[in-house]
Each structure stands twice: as C-alpha cells, then as structure tokens.
C-alpha cells in the first residue's frame, strides 16, 4: 500500500555533513504547515489506495509542536483513507524528547520514533555540530520507552575520521543494551557544497577513509547479527516485526506522495515528481493554488535500473522472476551476464531466482548495482 511523506524543512542548527533541504529560520513554521494542508488538499486524488505509512521527515520534524502534528494529521484523515493501524513515523532529535512533548505526539497520533542519536559520545556530537548532548542522547531513549514509545529506531553514523573501532562498537553495544529494536547505520559521506566538504578542501577537518569505514561496517553486522537483527537493508537493522513498513515501501517501487518543499513523488509506475526546494516559495504559489513542482516520466531502463539499485540492497536481492515478468527474458539475461563477474568474486550469490550480496559485497553495493544496471 502507499505512503505519505511530509518534509519538515527545519533544524536548530546546520549539522557539517547534511546536505538535505533545511533552514534555521523558524519564522515560516506555521505558514508552511498551513502551506503543507493546502497541498495534500490539492494532490488528493494522487494516492486513491488506503494509505498504510505516513512519515514526518526532514529536517527536524521535532520542532512541529503537537498542535502543528495534530492539523497536518487531521487533514490527512479527512482527505485520504489513512489504514486504521497506519505506521506514522516522526523523525525527532534528543533534545526535543521530555514527557510533555511525548505525550502530545502520543495524542497526535505519532506511534514510531526515528531518533537522530548519530553517536552518543560526546566528541562525535561536537565533530558533527549536533545540536544535542551525549547525555541527551541516553536519556531520550528511556523517556521515549517510559512514555510507551516502543517502536523505535535510531541513526548512528559510522566511519568519522576520529571514530576508533572500540569507541564505534561502544556505540552499538549502547543501543542494544537501551533495547532498541531498530537501526539506521550510515557511512559519513561527504556531500557536495555541505560544511564538512568545506573544512576538507581547506585542510581543517580529516577526509573520510573507506577502509576504516569497512572495518567499521563489519563491526557493525557482526555484532547486530550475534545480536538477533535482521540486516534486511544495507544500512538497516530490525529485530522480528520492527522492519520500517515505510523505507521498504519505497524498496519495493510501491506509490508514495510528497509533501513539502523538496518532497518528491512517485505514481508506483512511471511519474516522478518533485517540489521546489524553496520555503518561500513553495509557501507563496501554495497560497496562490499552486503546487510548485517538476516532473519526469521514467524511461523503461530508468525503471529497470533503480529496481536493480534498490533492489540489491535488501535481503530479498533481484528477483529474476520479476525482471522477466516485467520487462522481458532478454533484459533478465543482460542482468545475468553482467552478474557473473561478480558472482567469480564472490560479492553476490544466485539463490532460488534471486541475484543476492554476500556479506563481502554489502559494503560494495552500489558499485555492483551499477554494473549491473542496462542500457
């Protein structure tokens, strides 16, 4: 089934490596939340399915008071059908947990957090400008668990030039004695015109290196597995019935609407759109009845190609089956030609029609997804 995703487009401070659609002007909060309602008022007829997911991302959707959660929710009820047991996930940061704000976010209607922890040692957060604190980072978690807040899962961010490997293990070993039953591990990258990217052309902070950050991804599933997680994604990790019934969504080319600026859009066939990354603007046309957005309509090897990209990365693999099914044998032996270097290499294994990474080609997907891709 489909789902909704809202772009909450601000954040109290700039985090170095970010490179997502923010500002730290809050002024516009409340214009952009009326902007939000009026747009999901105008793309009602985008999603005619029940709606399973609903996610509040960002940004720092946490900054949304519950009021602000319980108008954007209450307008997706009245316009959508909205599945009664509907995942609906808000994306929060530490030092915006206390038990007043959890309980307005239970009454909103808010049953999954997504806690951006990124570490909880108290140099990292400083290296990466986080706006909250090692001791926030812990406290949260058990604020959000004693508020009923169960469901959780939590960013950790691996790979730092100054993240030494037992320092790295401390971090996991911390979230799985917290008993949190979800996590989101991702290799810091440096992204284009961000602030880290920057302070490394200038020399002042260290580039990143990819055989500290294997070591670290090798740490990271050994210990989940020992732990009883399923790697069911490259970079996430579920104990039984925790999987994000929204990011899977987007993994199995389900449809999904956008709202918000930056947001993008997918029919769940071939229209992709995407809206103007712009807070003003994006409030002015949608005062005016106008949504500002772009839109492409994917070519059969664009669809082709991101099936295989998205696809490889979780724990189902390509379905070979699905290839051919949807766009012939001849494009399902392309992909089986192009698979047999690897599967020399040992970076991927053929089991029961799926083309599946072995645990040496995880940290090597995207390459691998590439040489597969057809033209």
């Known amino acids: 089934m489909p789902g909704i995703y809202i772009h909450v487009p601000f954040c109290k401070k700039a985090c170095h490596y970010c490179n997502f659609h923010f500002s730290t002007q809050l002024q516009l909060k409340s214009d952009l939340v009326a902007a939000i309602c009026k747009e999901a008022v105008l793309r009602k007829t985008f999603l005619q399915e029940t709606v399973d997911t609903i996610y509040f991302g960002g940004g720092t959707p946490s900054l949304l008071s519950g009021s602000e959660l319980e108008i954007l929710l209450n307008t997706l009820n009245e316009h959508y059908t909205i599945a009664p047991n509907a995942e609906i996930t808000l994306e929060a940061n530490p030092d915006d947990i206390d038990p007043k704000t959890l309980n307005q976010w239970h009454q909103a209607g808010?049953?999954?957090?997504?806690?951006?922890?990124?570490?909880?040692?108290?140099?990292d957060l400083q290296w990466m400008n986080r706006a909250h604190n090692a001791q926030q980072a812990n406290h949260c978690i058990e604020l959000a668990q004693t508020a009923g807040f169960y469901n959780l899962t939590i960013d950790l961010i691996y790979g730092t030039p100054g993240l030494t490997n037992e320092r790295w293990k401390q971090n996991i070993e911390t979230a799985l004695t917290l008993g949190i039953p979800h996590l989101s591990c991702y290799a810091l990258t440096?992204?284009?015109?961000?602030?880290l990217d920057v302070m490394v052309?200038?020399?002042?902070?260290?580039?990143?290196?990819?055989?500290?950050?294997?070591?670290?991804?090798?740490?990271?599933?050994?210990?989940?597995?020992?732990?009883?997680?399923?790697?069911?994604?490259?970079?996430?990790?579920?104990?039984?019935?925790?999987r994000s019934k929204h990011n899977s969504s987007y993994w199995q080319g389900n449809p999904y609407l956008g709202l918000g600026p930056s947001a993008h859009s997918f029919d769940g066939h071939v229209t992709r759109q995407w809206n103007i990354s712009n807070?003003?603007?994006?409030?002015?046309?949608?005062?005016?009845?106008?949504?500002?957005?772009?839109s492409e309509m994917l070519t059969m090897v664009q669809r082709i190609n991101e099936y295989l990209m998205t696809s490889l990365r979780t724990i189902e693999g390509i379905s070979l089956n699905f290839l051919e099914k949807n766009w012939g044998e001849e494009r399902?032996?392309?992909?089986?030609?192009?698979?047999?270097?690897?599967?020399?290499?040992q970076n991927i294994q053929l089991q029961e029609q799926h083309i599946i990474l072995t645990a040496q080609g995880k940290f090597l997907a995207d390459g691998i997804a590439a040489d597969l891709f057809v033209e």
């Open 110 to 123: 808010i049953n999954r957090l997504s806690i951006g922890i990124q570490s909880f040692f108290e140099e």
């Open 332 to 345: 399902k032996q392309e992909v089986l030609k192009a698979a047999q270097i690897h599967v020399v290499q």
């Open 279 to 294: 807070n003003p603007l994006y409030i002015s046309s949608l005062q005016q009845g106008i949504i500002p957005f772009e």
């Open 190 to 195: 440096v992204e284009p015109n961000t602030a």
């Open 201 to 242: 052309r200038k020399g002042t902070k260290e580039e990143v290196d990819a055989d500290h950050q294997a070591i670290h991804f090798n740490i990271l599933t050994e210990t989940l597995q020992n732990a009883g997680f399923e790697h069911y994604e490259i970079s996430n990790f579920a104990k039984p019935g925790f």
